[in-house]
């Protein structure tokens, strides 16, 4: 594991930003009294949260049971989720409340009450019974920013059932990949889903995905999004509209075991096969409802909140969908890209809802920079009042603009660390309490405990080390799909007793902790966890490749851009048309997040002596820099020749 952190200089920004006294004034939560409460039992903490927060139907006797490193939280309560997520507000009298002002990109509107929700849900989970699923089997969606996905998730929860969501961006070959793995039952999906002004198309991939392979798969729902042609495979697939229309509303919530799989989502780790996180119900329920209401200062009858990510991946499921339909919100859903029809849709939605709470990501953030400010200046954004981000070390230059252009320098920023792995947030300030420092997580949230180690898994309580938590928390994964031995191995065995997160990070003078990316062979793209060696597996399928390395290069939008170097195989030739083909090659086996922004055609990689490739030195080519200390190269010439090749060759 190399050691050397991609963002440097960090921790030198000595600016404060206290909240308000008004804000704090008007905060749920305004003094150290629930950290205090938790430093002094943290089982008894999070027993509190989840009987205030979650519905049971069945008490829990035992908070934590732990037997390292598989944790059981709340395991004899029963609860279900759809019930915490939408019945219990509809009894409180609640139904007619908002749930989702949901806005398609082409600019199609739907408001969906938490009744409507229900009725939807219900409807939903009798049509998966229809097809044959019970509790304990898993399906697939892969639908693009539509309501059908959160009411398509939720019907999987009321019946036991667990979902496995797949990035609307990926290719026939992951949602193969993945559906075999989990063993998917059924796939649902929508013809197409508007981006950046036009459909673009799912149901075909899915076709594809199926041609190849997950026999598994018995049946296919689809949703008519867009009103592109489709084939429909008679006896197989089934248009959604179709048979939902016979479809009863009367299906009771059953109870679940605190434990029973919830959902898997799947995640690049340092190895070509993407792992299926597991997370199960009470625990991850109870910590997305605590950190949402928390660190948002959620107050559902005035907030209306968004999250504007992608429910593909784990921020949409914690924060778009579990947490906030959890605590009763009203929150905004948007289909589509920020920059259509303008460069300002974003802003225009904040004026137009309202909307007090926004959570977005440091890409995102930078991209609006570039596109300049008066983009926010055409809207009142005076609505916000907190501002989070998520995904990657946020630099302190976006940090600020965010602050004075999105958050009229007032609203606090949350800037909130945690992973697919984690659940929900772990490290991140609480805006009513915490002094912010432009670019910093700040601290651990009450009841979890973050150390950093150094490399022989000492604390360190000063300077840069290895993140990693100490003790459990309830919406900690519970193991990767299908491979207990490789969950103990890739997060339990760095360093004992630990979880490591595969971060590098620092601690200030004043305990503040500086994230400074992952410290693995995994790359941060937009946000996105990449894995190296995965596009290294889809850069040497392509039959004229013999040899791959990636690396993730600086890059002031996206964060990390992925850089391929890449042998051909004897009798190929290094020409333009190549290059680009085995470029997209990788779009089409993993997804056009996973395109490198280039692929150079190398004559050879510089190697350590034992054969390993160095990776660092092809990232320091890739951003330019001093090519330092190579004397533990087979061949140092190797290096000088790539250099060549890289000032030459064009990127796009
Ligand atoms: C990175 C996304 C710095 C980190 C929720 C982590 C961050 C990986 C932050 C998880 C942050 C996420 N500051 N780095 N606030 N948030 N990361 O699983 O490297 O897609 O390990 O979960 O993103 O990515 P994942």
């Given at each position: 594991m190399?050691?050397?952190?991609?963002?440097?200089?960090?921790?030198?920004?000595?600016?404060?930003?206290?909240?308000?006294?008004?804000?704090?004034?008007?905060?749920?939560?305004?003094?150290?009294?629930?950290?205090?409460?938790?430093?002094?039992?943290?089982?008894?903490?999070?027993?509190?949260?989840?009987?205030?927060?979650?519905?049971?139907?069945?008490?829990?006797?035992?908070?934590?049971e732990w037997d390292l490193p598989f944790a059981k939280w709340?395991?004899?309560?029963?609860?279900?989720?759809?019930?915490?997520?939408?019945?219990?507000?509809?009894?409180?009298?609640?139904?007619?409340?908002?749930?989702?002002?949901?806005?398609?990109?082409?600019?199609?509107?739907?408001?969906?009450?938490?009744?409507?929700?229900?009725?939807?849900?219900?409807?939903?989970?009798?049509?998966?019974?229809?097809?044959?699923?019970?509790?304990g089997?898993r399906?697939?969606?892969?639908?693009?920013?539509?309501?059908?996905?959160?009411?398509?998730?939720?019907?999987?929860?009321?019946?036991?059932?667990a979902?496995s969501?797949?990035?609307?961006?990926?290719?026939?070959?992951?949602?193969?990949d993945r559906?075999e793995d989990a063993e998917?039952?059924?796939?649902?999906?929508?013809?197409?889903?508007?981006?950046?002004?036009?459909?673009?198309?799912?149901?075909?991939?899915?076709?594809?995905?199926?041609?190849?392979?997950?026999?598994?798969?018995?049946?296919?729902?689809?949703?008519?999004?867009?009103?592109?042609?489709?084939?429909?495979?008679?006896?197989?697939?089934?248009?959604?509209?179709?048979?939902?229309?016979?479809?009863?509303?009367?299906?009771?919530?059953?109870?679940?075991?605190?434990e029973?799989l919830?959902y898997l989502l799947y995640t690049s780790g340092t190895t070509a096969k993407p792992k299926g996180i597991m997370h199960t119900?009470?625990g991850?329920?109870?910590?997305?409802?605590?950190?949402?209401?928390?660190?948002?200062?959620?107050?559902?009858?005035?907030?209306?909140?968004?999250?504007?990510?992608?429910?593909?991946?784990?921020?949409?499921?914690?924060?778009?969908?579990?947490?906030?339909?959890?605590?009763?919100?009203?929150?905004?859903?948007?289909?589509?890209?920020?920059?259509?029809?303008?460069?300002?849709?974003?802003?225009?939605?904040?004026?137009?809802?309202?909307?007090?709470?926004?959570?977005?990501?440091?890409?995102?953030?930078?991209?609006?920079?570039?596109?300049?400010?008066?983009?926010?200046?055409?809207?009142?954004?005076?609505?916000?009042?907190?501002?989070?981000?998520?995904?990657?070390?946020?630099?302190?230059?976006?940090?600020?603009?965010?602050?004075?252009?999105?958050?009229?320098?007032?609203?606090?920023?949350?800037?909130?660390?945690?992973q697919t792995e984690t659940g929900?947030?772990?490290?991140?300030?609480?805006?009513?309490?915490?002094?912010?420092?432009?670019?910093?997580?700040?601290?651990?949230?009450?009841?979890?405990?973050?150390?950093?180690?150094?490399?022989?898994g000492?604390?360190?309580?000063?300077?840069?080390?290895y993140?990693t938590i100490t003790k459990p928390w309830?919406s900690m994964l519970r193991g990767i799909w299908g491979d207990p031995e490789r969950y103990r191995e890739t997060y339990w065995s760095a360093y004992e007793g630990r979880y490591f997160a595969g971060?590098?990070?620092?601690?200030?003078?004043?305990?503040?902790?500086?994230?400074?990316?992952?410290v693995d062979d995994v790359?941060?793209?937009?946000?996105?966890r990449?894995s190296?060696t995965e596009?290294?597996s889809?850069?040497?399928?392509?039959?004229?490749?013999?040899?791959?390395?990636?690396?993730?290069?600086?890059?002031?939008?996206?964060?990390?851009?992925?850089?391929?170097?890449?042998?051909?195989?004897?009798?190929?030739?290094?020409?333009?048309?190549?290059?680009?083909?085995?470029?997209?090659?990788?779009?089409?086996?993993?997804?056009?997040?996973?395109?490198?922004?280039?692929?150079?055609?190398?004559?050879?990689?510089?190697?350590?002596?034992?054969?390993?490739?160095?990776?660092?030195?092809?990232?320091?080519?890739?951003?330019?820099?001093?090519?330092?200390?190579?004397?533990?190269?087979?061949?140092?010439?190797?290096?000088?020749?790539?250099?060549?090749?890289?000032?030459?060759?064009?990127?796009?």
């Amino acid at each position: 594991m190399a050691s050397e952190p991609t963002i440097e200089d960090y921790y030198i920004e000595d600016r404060t930003f206290p909240p308000s006294p008004e804000f704090t004034a008007a905060a749920l939560v305004n003094d150290r009294s629930l950290y205090d409460e938790a430093e002094a039992d943290l089982e008894a903490f999070w027993a509190r949260q989840a009987r205030e927060l979650v519905t049971w139907d069945q008490d829990f006797s035992t908070v934590l049971e732990w037997d390292l490193p598989f944790a059981k939280w709340f395991a004899d309560g029963k609860l279900n989720v759809s019930y915490n997520c939408l019945d219990r507000h509809v009894e409180a009298g609640r139904g007619d409340k908002v749930a989702y002002y949901w806005e398609g990109e082409p600019g199609d509107k739907l408001t969906l009450t938490y009744s409507d929700l229900l009725t939807e849900v219900k409807k939903f989970a009798n049509v998966l019974k229809g097809l044959g699923l019970e509790k304990g089997d898993r399906v697939a969606i892969y639908m693009p920013m539509i309501p059908e996905l959160p009411i398509a998730m939720l019907a999987c929860t009321r019946i036991g059932v667990a979902h496995s969501v797949i990035f609307g961006g990926f290719s026939p070959d992951a949602i193969t990949d993945r559906c075999e793995d989990a063993e998917a039952k059924l796939i649902i999906t929508a013809d197409a889903g508007y981006r950046r002004g036009a459909p673009s198309g799912l149901k075909v991939n899915v076709d594809a995905a199926l041609e190849s392979g997950a026999t598994c798969v018995e049946h296919v729902v689809v949703v008519n999004r867009c009103d592109t042609d489709v084939t429909m495979t008679s006896g197989r697939d089934h248009w959604w509209h179709e048979i939902m229309a016979d479809a009863s509303d009367d299906c009771p919530a059953e109870p679940m075991d605190a434990e029973q799989l919830l959902y898997l989502l799947y995640t690049s780790g340092t190895t070509a096969k993407p792992k299926g996180i597991m997370h199960t119900t009470g625990g991850y329920l109870t910590q997305v409802a605590f950190t949402h209401k928390y660190t948002f200062d959620m107050k559902p009858d005035e907030d209306i909140y968004w999250c504007a990510a992608d429910i593909g991946w784990v921020t949409g499921h914690s924060y778009i969908v579990y947490g906030p339909l959890t605590n009763g919100c009203t929150g905004v859903m948007y289909e589509g890209t920020p920059d259509t029809p303008g460069q300002d849709r974003l802003w225009d939605i904040v004026e137009r809802y309202r909307v007090t709470q926004l959570y977005t990501a440091p890409t995102a953030i930078r991209t609006f920079m570039k596109w300049g400010v008066q983009e926010p200046q055409k809207h009142d954004l005076s609505s916000l009042r907190v501002l989070g981000t998520v995904g990657e070390p946020i630099n302190p230059e976006a940090w600020m603009w965010y602050h004075e252009h999105i958050g009229g320098s007032s609203a606090p920023i949350v800037d909130t660390w945690w992973q697919t792995e984690t659940g929900g947030h772990m490290i991140t300030p609480l805006p009513g309490v915490t002094t912010t420092k432009p670019g910093s997580a700040c601290f651990a949230i009450p009841g979890v405990t973050a150390e950093l180690v150094d490399d022989n898994g000492d604390p360190v309580t000063k300077g840069g080390g290895y993140l990693t938590i100490t003790k459990p928390w309830p919406s900690m994964l519970r193991g990767i799909w299908g491979d207990p031995e490789r969950y103990r191995e890739t997060y339990w065995s760095a360093y004992e007793g630990r979880y490591f997160a595969g971060d590098g990070a620092k601690l200030d003078e004043d305990g503040y902790l500086w994230l400074l990316g992952r410290v693995d062979d995994v790359m941060n793209v937009s946000g996105h966890r990449i894995s190296t060696t995965e596009v290294e597996s889809a850069l040497v399928d392509h039959p004229a490749v013999a040899e791959a390395a990636v690396v993730g290069a600086a890059d002031d939008t996206t964060g990390q851009a992925i850089i391929g170097y890449t042998i051909l195989r004897g009798g190929n030739e290094a020409t333009e048309e190549l290059r680009e083909e085995v470029r997209q090659h990788v779009s089409t086996k993993l997804g056009a997040i996973a395109r490198p922004k280039a692929v150079f055609l190398v004559d050879d990689l510089p190697k350590t002596r034992s054969g390993k490739i160095m990776r660092r030195l092809l990232r320091d080519v890739a951003e330019g820099r001093d090519l330092g200390d190579t004397t533990t190269l087979a061949d140092a010439g190797v290096v000088e020749a790539i250099r060549e090749g890289a000032d030459t060759a064009e990127e796009d």
